[in-house]
């Protein structure tokens, strides 16, 4: 059975940094598609970065270069580092996963998902 389990969030001034990570069990990450999923309130749930099996990576285009996703095979787990991180930010961060090599921006392109961690960008 899939599991996913982020970690990681808080509160953090703005430029700060945060690292995000999500345990992963009942597959083995290295070979899926995963990706990193935020909504804000009231606002609709965006992709943040994928990585899949070969480890091609795509972010959104808000990221600019301050974000980070990364797998680690030897802990089974998805990471997403964060830097220079900007109120906008704010939002609840969610894991998802699909059994494919190939990934998507899409949500719905994923069947399992994280219960969210919360990360929230203030002064």
């Known amino acids: 059975q899939v599991h996913l389990m982020e970690s990681g969030g808080g509160s953090v001034q703005p430029g700060g940094s945060l690292s995000l990570s999500c345990a992963a069990s009942?597959?083995?990450?290295?070979?899926?598609?995963m990706a990193w999923f935020r909504q804000a309130p009231v606002k609709e749930l965006e992709v943040v970065a994928n990585i899949n099996s070969f480890g091609r990576t795509v972010y959104g285009d808000f990221v600019k270069w301050r974000f980070a996703i990364s797998k680690d095979n030897a802990k089974n787990t998805l990471n997403l580092q964060m830097n220079s991180l900007k109120p906008e930010d704010t939002a609840m961060y969610f894991c998802a996963a699909v059994m494919s090599s190939a990934c998507s921006t899409q949500s719905a392109w994923y069947p399992y998902w994280g219960q969210g961690t919360q990360v929230t960008v203030s002064a």
């Open positions: 009942g597959y083995t990450v290295s070979s899926a598609c």
